[in-house]
């Protein structure tokens, strides 16, 4: 399906869609071979769920729902029909989003979006040539009680957790990013990396750990613990919080075997969200 060009995309369709982003990233969701992005004059990405054999544009192989998108980003998708992906992608990233873009035949409206949860509104008269329209969705605009993680951001994660999800993308999701959401917090996806190696000699700000200890025994997760206890201390203008309560146990013991108060280590992510909060408030 992702070799397939369903759309045949434009200038006139470019030009509309830049009137709406302005300076703003578009991300193409299920963008296929990345036909729009060769064409848009503007910043923008093309994720798609498979990688296609002849890519017209660089496409990011990734699954829309679990995608961590950039702050201040649009997504369009273009000429869908595919159950529930638009309206969950929507709904899965409302606290970032103010506005989407739709790209679609009209009888496609009803079974891809859900007017009870946005406006919906066709926008500039172009009509691609099977009679696609241009359709902007509109949110409302991310609570002013929302604050993004200023940083960059690495879920350094066990890959067997990845056994239990589809992708450690969504054990991100599920496991770090909703949870922060749901408290306020928010994670620019273009400062976030995923890893299941330790992060020796890279940058970081935020480093979540989630390291369950079900590759090869608890030994190799409780060095990983004795590692980060060592460089909370070397760096402690760096954060690292423990997702997993089976970690924290671990982490706990590490600590207290490392015998020095390291107060930029968490042992969950509801302590972060206190301590994050209280630093806000002090700014």
């Not at 989003?97 to 919906?120: M, Q, T």
């Given at each position: 399906?992702?070799?397939q060009?369903?759309?045949?995309?434009n200038?006139?369709?470019c030009?509309?869609?830049?009137?709406?982003?302005?300076?703003r990233?578009v991300?193409?969701?299920?963008?296929?071979r990345g036909?729009?992005?060769?064409?848009?004059d503007?910043?923008?990405?093309?994720?798609?769920i498979?990688?296609?054999?002849?890519?017209?544009?660089f496409?990011?192989?990734?699954?829309?729902?679990?995608?961590?998108?950039?702050?201040?980003?649009?997504?369009?998708?273009?000429?869908?029909?595919?159950?529930n992906?638009?309206?969950n992608?929507?709904l899965?990233n409302r606290?970032k989003?103010?506005?989407?873009?739709?790209v679609s035949l009209?009888?496609?409206?009803d079974?891809?979006?859900d007017?009870r949860?946005?406006?919906?509104?066709?926008y500039s008269?172009?009509?691609?040539?099977?009679g696609?329209?241009i359709y902007?969705?509109?949110?409302?605009?991310p609570?002013?009680?929302?604050?993004?993680?200023?940083?960059?951001v690495i879920h350094?994660?066990?890959?067997?957790?990845?056994c239990?999800?589809?992708?450690?993308?969504?054990?991100?999701k599920?496991s770090v990013?909703?949870?922060?959401?749901?408290r306020?917090?928010l994670?620019d996806?273009?400062r976030l990396?995923?890893?299941?190696m330790y992060?020796s000699?890279?940058?970081?700000d935020?480093?979540?750990?989630?390291y369950?200890?079900?590759?090869?025994?608890?030994?190799?997760?409780?060095?990983?613990?004795r590692?980060?206890v060592r460089d909370?201390?070397?760096?402690p203008n760096?954060?690292?919080?423990?997702?997993?309560?089976?970690t924290?146990?671990?982490?706990?013991?590490?600590?207290?075997?490392?015998?020095?108060d390291?107060?930029?280590?968490?042992?969950?992510i509801?302590?972060?969200v206190?301590?994050?909060?209280?630093?806000?408030q002090?700014?």
């Amino acid at each position: 399906m992702s070799n397939q060009i369903f759309c045949k995309v434009n200038k006139e369709m470019c030009d509309a869609v830049k009137a709406i982003a302005g300076d703003r990233i578009v991300v193409d969701c299920g963008a296929g071979r990345g036909l729009f992005a060769s064409m848009y004059d503007g910043k923008v990405l093309s994720i798609d769920i498979h990688q296609p054999d002849e890519p017209l544009s660089f496409i990011i192989e990734k699954n829309a729902e679990h995608y961590c998108f950039p702050r201040n980003s649009i997504p369009i998708f273009i000429r869908p029909c595919h159950s529930n992906f638009v309206h969950n992608t929507i709904l899965k990233n409302r606290n970032k989003f103010d506005k989407a873009i739709y790209v679609s035949l009209p009888k496609n409206l009803d079974g891809d979006l859900d007017d009870r949860f946005y406006k919906i509104t066709q926008y500039s008269e172009w009509e691609g040539e099977e009679g696609e329209r241009i359709y902007l969705v509109e949110l409302n605009k991310p609570k002013e009680s929302f604050s993004y993680l200023s940083g960059k951001v690495i879920h350094f994660a066990d890959p067997m957790l990845s056994c239990l999800v589809e992708t450690q993308e969504q054990e991100f999701k599920e496991s770090v990013e909703s949870p922060l959401e749901d408290r306020g917090i928010l994670i620019d996806g273009l400062r976030l990396t995923l890893i299941d190696m330790y992060p020796s000699g890279e940058k970081y700000d935020y480093l979540f750990f989630d390291y369950g200890g079900m590759s090869i025994g608890n030994s190799l997760m409780e060095s990983f613990c004795r590692e980060i206890v060592r460089d909370a201390d070397m760096y402690p203008n760096r954060t690292y919080v423990v997702v997993s309560t089976f970690t924290s146990y671990a982490m706990k013991d590490a600590k207290e075997d490392f015998g020095k108060d390291l107060p930029n280590v968490f042992l969950s992510i509801n302590d972060f969200v206190t301590f994050h909060k209280r630093l806000n408030q002090l700014a």
